[in-house]
């Protein structure tokens, strides 16, 4: 049985954990937190399962192998969520819907009416919107937990530890899965803020996310269930995650307000803020170097790519076949 270490414990280590194992691997998983947990990237993500919206900003693999992502996580967690995402903006924001429209696909335009069929709470507030019947969501905390414990019964060992992945080279394959953590081993590793917050709101109620184009800051909206809801995200190029800045609480606050003005009342549980790793295209990159594999550069699209990294992280090592995102360069 090939004996295999991965780094790092957050949505890609566990994925490519998950995948290994299936493959037959003896797995072990060193992350420097015991648990998931706020010290993880990926307990602040939205769980947005959007291949299609993101097509918006992100290049086409992203859209093409994020369709990957709901079948993967329904099979292995049982969290998904399959109501699509709904698209709206402000009246006189309508050119923001239609640029949205031009840049995007799968979708079916819906009237004020059908927006108020889909979403009740959200009533004559909106004339038009994009809705993207196939596309889903999760709860992130949700699905890694039911991933890792997954894991742990199938055998998977984890250990507490503040690893250098190149040690564990020493003794058999090694796979660097530690996000913005690991710029200090890849040089055009950045860091792009993402700041989010938790809501309860026992006055609105949504089936889906909802995102909410708005020229300075697009805002969505995931239902977590019983009036709770995640709102994010703002991108700012920075690597700091200790905290959120003013400005980015009044926007987030001011867009969850035009959506829907119950919002003034919620409850602000969390605030989040962490530095998402990214490569100079926002593109993920898996590299190799002898003993020690890196996969590394999610962006905003961890639970999106991570089963289709993943995947590609296993079949070079089981099929001996190149990864589509393989950087060559420093292999």
Request: aromatic share 6%.
């Amino acid at each position: 049985m090939m004996q295999i270490s991965i780094i790092g414990g957050g949505v890609a280590g566990l994925c490519v954990a998950r995948v290994l194992r299936d493959r037959g691997a003896d797995v072990l998983v060193v992350d420097r937190h015991d648990g998931i947990g706020p010290h993880a990237c990926s307990w602040w993500a939205g769980g947005m399962l959007a291949p299609f919206c993101e097509g918006e900003s992100a290049e086409e693999p992203v859209v093409r192998l994020g369709q990957e992502a709901a079948d993967w996580w329904q099979v292995k967690t049982d969290a998904v969520n399959r109501c699509g995402t709904l698209v709206v903006s402000p009246a006189r924001d309508k050119a923001e819907l239609s640029r949205f429209g031009r840049r995007t696909s799968h979708f079916e335009t819906v009237s004020g009416a059908e927006v108020e069929a889909l979403e009740p709470d959200l009533a004559g507030r909106f004339n038009t919107g994009l809705f993207f019947k196939d596309e889903a969501h999760l709860s992130p905390r949700l699905a890694l937990g039911r991933l890792r414990d997954g894991l742990v019964a199938d055998g998977v060992t984890f250990k507490t530890e503040d690893a250098d992945p190149k040690l564990y080279t020493r003794e058999g394959l090694t796979v660097d899965c530690r996000g913005f953590a690991a710029r200090d081993t890849i040089n055009d590793l950045r860091g792009v803020k993402g700041e989010i917050l938790i809501l309860s709101c026992k006055d609105v109620v949504l089936n889906r996310p909802v995102r909410l184009l708005h020229p300075r800051i697009p805002l969505y909206v995931v239902p977590r269930g019983d009036g709770i809801f995640m709102l994010g995200a703002t991108m700012i190029e920075s690597s700091q995650k200790t905290h959120v800045t003013a400005r980015s609480l009044l926007e987030l606050l001011s867009a969850a307000y035009a959506l829907n003005p119950a919002f003034g009342e919620a409850e602000v549980l969390e605030i989040g803020v962490d530095a998402r790793p990214a490569f100079p295209d926002n593109l993920p990159r898996i590299r190799r170097d002898g003993n020690l594999i890196c996969a590394n550069g999610l962006f905003r699209h961890g639970f999106l790519l991570a089963p289709a990294m993943a995947r590609m992280v296993a079949e070079m090592i089981f099929d001996n076949t190149k990864p589509e995102m393989m950087d060559e360069t420093s292999a």
